[in-house]
């Protein structure tokens, strides 16, 4: 049961590059979520999927795009890398409202140089 | 954005010490989870908590859902060495949000 899947685990952007962050679980969950982790802080929610179709921001939405075309998928756009989104990128899925239960995947880690 | 407050920031203590962590807010909460970080990893759920004034275990760990929803607290009994890593509080906020909110994270040193 592989759970929740990121790829690439680490990876090197030059500033005003582009990437995708996928995301994909196998445990049919209706919820996904992207987060961000700064050193020593909290995660950061950037997007969130109640489902196939629906995507909504969260706390810091802003340089970043998600789809969510099927129930296992979750991809993470960035279009132009800043600096400022060096981080380690999180993404982690849930059954639904009653089950907020969230697991996560092992991570990306992101510096844009 | 919503805010919960966790504290410690880190603790350094000895095997075999008992640790308590706590987490609050000025929101009500429906929903406290508590999460484990080793480095290099994702977050480990450990404890959910779903209703006011649950007290929940897994082995060591126990964790209970303030009366108030405001709040909660962790506590890890006979720390090991293998309690090292950063814990992680989290919660959805009552009002039918989807977003699931995290606290800093307690960084927790154990010494043999």
């Known amino acids: 049961n592989a759970g929740v899947t990121q790829t690439p685990k680490f990876r090197i952007l030059k500033i005003g590059q582009s990437m995708t962050l996928q995301c994909t679980q196998d445990?049919?969950?209706?919820?996904m979520y992207w987060y961000r982790q700064d050193p020593g802080m909290g995660l950061k929610l950037i997007y969130y999927?109640?489902?196939?179709?629906?995507?909504d921001k969260g706390e810091v939405p802003n340089g970043y795009n998600v789809s969510r075309s099927t129930t296992e998928d979750f991809p993470l756009r960035l279009e132009l890398a800043a600096p400022s989104q060096t981080s380690v990128y999180f993404c982690?899925?849930?059954?639904?409202?009653?089950?907020?239960?969230?697991?996560f995947g092992q991570g990306t880690r992101l510096t844009v140089v | 954005g919503q805010q919960l407050n966790q504290s410690p920031q880190s603790m350094f203590i000895q095997e075999g010490e008992d640790v308590s962590m706590n987490c609050t807010s000025s929101?009500?909460?429906?929903?406290w989870l508590w999460y484990k970080q080793e480095p290099g990893e994702g977050p480990v759920l450990l404890i959910a908590?779903?209703?006011?004034?649950e007290l929940t275990s897994n082995g060591r760990l126990t964790a209970q859902f303030g009366i108030t929803r405001k709040d909660s607290f962790l506590n890890i009994s006979a720390s090991i060495p293998s309690d090292v890593g950063i814990y992680f509080c989290?919660?959805?906020?009552?009002?039918?949000?989807?977003?699931?909110?995290f606290g800093k994270g307690t960084k927790l040193t154990v010494n043999p």
């Open positions: 929101s009500i909460f429906n929903t």
């Open positions: 908590l779903y209703k006011a004034g």
């Open positions: 445990m049919n969950h209706n919820y």
């Open positions: 982690a899925s849930s059954f639904g409202q009653r089950h907020t239960e969230a697991f």
């Open positions: 999927s109640v489902g196939a179709g629906i995507t």
């Open positions: 989290a919660g959805r906020l009552q009002g039918g949000s989807e977003k699931l909110v």
